[in-house]
Structures are given as C-alpha cells and as structure tokens.
T-cell receptor, first 114, second 109 residues
C-alpha cells in the first residue's frame, strides 16, 4: 500500500466512448503525475501538476485531458481514443514537484481501447 | 535530454542466487531512483540514490554519478523478487524522471 489509489483498475472502452480515470493520494503531497506504460516500452511522463497547477504537458494528444481539482485528486479524462492508447496508466505523487524526491505510484489502470 | 539504458533486459535466476542490475545514464543527474514493478503492475520505490551507496535488507544500490551509472544488487534472491526493475533519472526538473526500459527478472524456485 503506497497511499495512492487509482480507479478503475481495469477499463475497456470503444473509440467513441468518454471515460475518466481517477487517482487519489492520502500522503499530503502537492505534486501529482500521469504516466503511460505501453507494452515493452519504458514509462512515459504525460502530465505534471504542482500545487494544482499544470507544469508539464509532454506533447500529449488532446484526446487526453487532465484535471486536478485539489492536491489529493487527479483525473484523466479520455475521449475518442485510439487502439494504440491501450496501456497501463499510472499515477504518481511527490511531496513537491520542485525538488528531487522519491515518487510514490498507484497500482495503475489497465486500459483497453477497442 | 537524458537517456537511460538498463542491462540486462532479461534475467533468470535460481532462488538463492545473487544478481547485479546496471543502469547507465547519458548526462549529469541529481535524481536517480530504482523501482520494482510486480506482475500486477504496481511500482514500488526501492531507492532514491543520486549518489553513494544504500542498503535495504537483501537489496543494495550504488550510484557513481561521475561515471554515470548505478547498480542494483539483489542477494539471496526469492521468488517474490520477480518482476521488472526500472531505473529512472532526472536533473533539475523537479519530479520529471526519464525511465529506462527495465530489467525483467524471473526467480525460479
């Protein structure tokens, strides 16, 4: 148990669906991250939020839309996805995105786009 | 940007054996972390080690920043050590980390 939870754990969606992934942290941290892990590839950073402000968008397509309403919650809204978006989506947190700190990961959401 | 390479890509061990995993990085870093990903996808931070040596039970890690590499040692391996080990590095970009491709470890009973 890392103090970071993600829901749902598994998601199957069609290309025309709209769905959202949720991440919640109970560590009192102020920075939250979305990563994508495709099969046989390294983790790719997608977005960074620091004190609820987005500080990094790693050239992610607009069909992925993040939202950070407060320091404890992070969402990833999905719409009109492609089959190549099928992957494990991981949320992580650090005390602050300003310094070099240990990252704590959630268990991930395994997404399949049909 | 920083590039991170890990070796070997795959490793099969008999239970009780020792192993060394290597991580090379292309530029100066002040953030170097090792993670273990279990078969269900959960990533657990093992070490935050931008330099020096740390030990935690049967695991230890050494980073030689001037020579741009880090090593993860696993002693007396157990089947529960199976999974993928990732090295990730960063430099003065807050929490931004670049991950290596990982070493997939399988420990046989």
């Amino acid at each position: 148990e890392t103090g970071v939870t993600q829901t749902p754990r598994h998601l199957v969606m069609g290309m025309t669906n709209k769905k959202s992934l949720k991440c919640e942290q109970h560590l009192g941290h102020n920075a939250m991250y979305w990563y994508k892990q495709s099969a046989k590839k390294p983790l790719e950073l997608m977005f960074v939020y620091n004190f609820k402000e987005q500080t990094e968008n790693n050239s992610v397509p607009s069909r992925f839309s993040p939202e950070c309403p407060n320091s404890s919650h992070l969402f990833l809204h999905l719409h009109t996805l492609q089959p190549e978006d099928s992957a494990l989506y991981l949320c992580a947190t650090t005390p602050s995105g300003l310094y070099q700190e240990t990252q704590y990961f959630g268990p991930g959401t395994r997404l399949l786009v049909l | 940007g920083i590039q991170v390479e890990q070796s070997p890509p795959d490793l099969i061990l008999q239970e009780g054996a020792n192993s060394t995993l290597r991580c090379n990085f292309s530029d100066s870093v002040n953030n170097l972390q090792w993670f273990h990903q279990n078969p269900w996808g959960q990533l657990i931070n093992l070490f935050y080690i931008p330099s020096g040596t740390k030990q935690n039970g049967r695991l230890s890690a050494t980073t030689v920043a001037t020579e741009r590499y880090s090593l993860l040692y696993i002693s007396s391996s157990q089947t529960t050590d199976s999974g993928v080990y990732f090295c990730a590095a960063g430099y003065n970009q807050g929490g931004k980390l670049i991950f290596g491709q990982g070493t997939e470890l399988s420990v046989k009973p």
